[in-house]
């Protein structure tokens, strides 16, 4: 054996290149990557949820229908002369929303309408582009994780499908000689996909929040049960969400007020008077509102028998994370019954839309802690 100098540089030592994690691991990324995804998607959230209230305030003036035609490119501009605005404005006077609401509505009142509908429309864009920008610059980089391309287009396919379902969800409302408004049940779609979006974008953020090497132990120390019952939770809670676009859609919160009766009534009287039969539970006011009601007591009811099993929990975070889903319940109820008590004038509505979707997230974060729990011991978080 060859002798080695007292003082060899431990540099000069050839060493075996460390194993590189292979298998679907988001870690196996260049280094920075998660946290910058997590970042990106984090960003994405924030403009679906801006979208979301920017869409209620867009339905609640009444500016939805103000744009007769979809122009996913050259939309983009609005008119820049009086002789464009008067071209739109004359496009709008051609259907029923004009004619049988709005025909003392002048150019003024027109260009206020219109800046809702265009806004909300402009901010659709927005949002596609941050999300092809950021999966170009990811993956030409070659910064997406095995397994992770195909949940990074995801967010894209469905904004792109959240978009044509926007202009089917219109072209009920320009179409027609019929509808003021859009029709209630693709409003529903549409309020449903978007929730759809958020649910998505905010679970991916949650999960590239933490290492994947503690999510894998975390997975085993997680609360069967408890994440079944939270996913039960969630599922029921989308579907409220889908019953209030219905009330939205056919303005029943402004047409049934007062609390706990409903317009001096426990039951409408008038519940089933369209026909044939199925068109009262999308179309009629009294029995769309009282459905909401109904399941709006169910989904508290469930959020409690929730909370009861987490407190069990050994894990303090997930214990945490319910008691605050519990506590977007109970605000969300408060919202609700002052928008209905006050005939959803815009400002109690939109923080009523707002407060679903912090309800809808504080529930998938108290999904995902019952997944992914975080365990703790007296000194602190332990990962």
């Known amino acids: 054996m060859a002798r080695r100098p007292v003082f060899e540089e431990v540099g000069e030592t050839t060493r075996p290149a460390a194993a590189t994690p292979r298998g679907g691991m988001i870690d196996a990324a260049p280094r920075g990557a ?16 801006a979208m979301i209230a920017l869409g209620g305030a867009t339905r609640l003036t009444g500016s939805g229908l103000s744009i007769t035609e979809w122009r996913p490119v050259t939309g983009t501009l609005p008119p820049t ?38 806004s909300h429309r402009q901010l659709g864009r927005i949002i596609g582009l941050v999300w ?30 959240q978009g044509a379902i926007g202009w089917w969800m219109v072209h009920s409302g320009v179409a027609t000689d019929t509808l003021t408004r859009v029709a209630s049940t693709r409003l529903a779609v549409h309020l449903g996909l978007a929730f759809a979006i958020l649910g998505v974008l905010a679970w991916y953020a949650m999960l590239l929040g933490r290492s994947e090497a503690d999510l894998m132990r975390a997975r085993r120390a997680g609360e069967p049960k408890l994440f079944s019952m939270t ?80 407190r069990r929990s050994p894990h303090p975070v997930t214990r945490g994370a319910v008691t605050a889903m519990l506590v977007a319940v109970a605000v969300q109820i408060l919202l609700g019954i002052f928008t209905v008590i006050h005939a959803a004038p815009l400002g109690l509505a939109l923080a009523h ?31």
Do not use: C
Request: proline fraction near 4%.
């Open 34 to 49: 998660r946290r910058a995804i997590r970042t990106w998607m984090v960003v994405l959230f924030l403009l679906v949820a």
């Open 81 to 118: 002369s009086a002789a464009a605005w008067e071209a739109e404005f004359a496009k709008y006077q051609q259907i029923p929303q004009f004619r049988e609401v709005n025909a003392e509505m002048d150019l003024a009142g027109f260009k206020r309408i219109y800046w809702w509908e265009w």
């Open 132 to 161: 092809a920008v950021g999966f170009l610059w990811f993956w030409l980089r070659k910064q997406i994780p095995a397994g992770w391309t195909g949940r990074l287009i995801l967010p894209g396919v469905l904004g792109g499908l």
């Open 231 to 310: 996913t039960g939770l969630m599922h029921l809670t989308f579907v409220q969400i889908l019953l209030g676009a219905l009330v939205a859609g056919i303005d029943a919160g402004r047409q049934y007020t007062g609390w706990p009766r409903m317009g001096g009534e426990w039951f409408p009287a008038r519940a089933f008077e369209l026909e044939p039969l199925w068109r009262n539970f999308v179309e009629n006011p009294g029995l769309v509102q009282f459905i909401h009601r109904m399941v709006g007591y169910l989904v508290a009811i469930f959020a409690v028998v929730v909370w009861t099993r987490a």
């Open 353 to 383: 839309q707002v407060g679903a979707v912090a309800l809808f997230v504080l529930i998938l974060r108290g999904r995902h802690h019952a997944r992914y729990p975080i365990e703790t011991s007296i000194r602190g978080t332990i990962r």
